[in-house]
């Protein structure tokens, strides 16, 4: 079993920073791609920036130039950092990790989210 845990969330006047962090723990082999999904009120979850294992990422275009996502692979770790914040970016944000268990068989796994808030 795999469990993914973020943190980093929070409320931030428009234009601040925040950073989310997401960490990986349990059992598994390795993590392929890992991404960061958002979802606001009465809106379906879309997808906001996704890394692969070697280090290749794409962003969704609202927020191409102001964030930037990294891993640690050694420690199993996923970081968005969020700059120039704007009100439409509040939501919750979901880790997400596509993990390869020792069986070798791929599976999803999303975190708890956590609640970033940009206020006017």
């Known amino acids: ?3 993914l845990g973020e943190s980093g969330g929070g409320l931030v006047q428009a234009g601040g920073s925040l950073r989310l962090s997401c960490v990986a723990s349990g059992s598994f082999m390795s993590i392929d791609t890992m991404a960061w999904h ?4 009465g809106k379906p979850r879309e997808l906001v920036a ?3 294992r070697g280090g290749n990422s794409d962003y969704t275009d609202s927020v191409k130039g102001r964030f930037s996502i990294s891993r640690d692979n050694d420690k199993s770790t996923l970081f968005l950092q969020m700059n120039r914040l704007k ?3 509040t939501a919750v ?3 997400n990790a596509r993990v390869r268990g020792f069986q070798g068989a791929y599976r999803n796994y999303y975190g708890q989210g956590t609640q970033v808030t940009v206020s006017s």
């Open 93 to 95: 944000y979901y880790c």
């Open 38 to 41: 958002r979802q606001a009120p």
């Open 1 to 3: 079993q795999v469990q």
């Open 50 to 52: 996704r890394i692969a």
């Open 87 to 89: 009100p439409e970016d």
